[in-house]
């Protein structure tokens, strides 16, 4: 298997993390074992030992996989990188969205759809199943769907369920433990590279939103919830129909809300960052009703 597989970068991650429990001058377990216990097939298994031994974390030798260090943090595959297409698929489809910009009343085909992100037209499908709940889109008697419009009071009544279930999330997030806070603290970078090129790189926000609010929404750990917000980054993350006009000067003040809730946790000021969380919803709530176009307006 391609070293550039998501499943091998998954099955790498967890390799590490073997290797850590283990401890150095110790040999890993068999090929077999680890193809069990990395759920991976053992040709998968052996490219990641060569890797291990590329890196010089192990010497390799027949049966011998003897552990010479442990790994650092820096050598394991970010987790953007081990998700499949269908995890990914969601954000890709948004983002898709967004850079052609459909209009209401285009046609969707699974085909075309399945050929645009490589994966088969029953994970297409049932995608598209899931979002057709809501009302988004829907399935025509010819067997395509069509992309709905989007309503002013379709997202006034979205947001109000958005800020019922992510105060919670956010609420139990800044209860949790520094580990959990330093998921959210270590996207300053990413945030800080955006605004210090912000003209060439604004449009590279939406998908670090997305990120950032899924910090607390994965950590939440409710699968319905998860679900939800798939469909609210659909309408918030990547409205296709926003206003072009101030799109810039939107992005680089939701990077400043980002980074004023970022350097409260950093300070461990989880009431300073309650404040920063909350002005920033109301914040994006402002901005979604002034700035997206919604059908029957210009």
């Known amino acids: ?48 030992l060569a ?20 790994p650092r943090k ?28 459909l209009t209401p009343g285009t046609m969707l085909r699974e085909t075309d759809l399945a050929k645009e992100f490589n994966v088969s037209s029953t994970v297409i499908r049932e995608f598209l199943i899931r979002f057709s709940r809501f009302g988004l889109i829907e399935k025509t008697p010819n067997r395509h769907w069509v992309l709905n419009g989007f309503t002013r009071e ?49 449009l590279l926000f939406p998908r670090l939103d997305e990120k950032f609010h899924r910090v607390w929404i994965d950590s939440f750990g409710n699968r319905f919830v998860q679900d939800f917000f798939e469909l609210i980054s659909l309408i918030f993350h990547y409205h296709y129909r926003w206003k072009k ?14 980074l004023e809730i970022i350097s409260a946790l950093e300070c461990a000021d989880t009431n300073r960052a309650m404040v920063a969380f909350l002005a920033h919803l109301e914040h994006a709530k402002e901005t979604l009703l002034a700035s997206a176009v919604w059908d029957g307006n210009t």
């Open 154 to 202: 379709f997202a006034e009544e979205l947001f109000m369920v958005r800020e019922m279930f992510e105060k919670t999330c956010f609420q139990q997030f800044l209860a949790g433990d520094a580990d959990r806070h330093g998921e959210a603290i270590k996207l300053r970078p990413e945030h800080e590279a955006i605004a210090e090129n912000i003209a060439d790189d604004y």
């Open 51 to 70: 890797g291990l031994q590329d890196a010089g974390i192990i010497e390799w030798s027949g049966r011998s996989k003897r552990v010479l260090r442990m």
């Open 74 to 101: 820096a050598e394991y595959f970010p987790i953007s990188e081990t998700e499949s297409i269908a995890e990914k698929l969601p954000s890709l489809f948004m983002e898709y969205l967004f850079s052609d910009e």
């Open 245 to 258: 006009h101030d799109e810039l000067e939107r992005n680089h003040n939701a990077i400043a809300q980002h």
């Open 1 to 48: 298997m391609s070293r550039s597989s998501s499943t091998f970068k998954e099955g790498y991650n967890r390799a590490l993390d073997i290797v850590g429990s283990v401890g150095t001058n110790v040999d890993l377990p068999t090929e077999v074992c680890l193809s069990q216990k990395l759920d991976v097939s053992r040709t998968t298994v052996r490219g990641i």
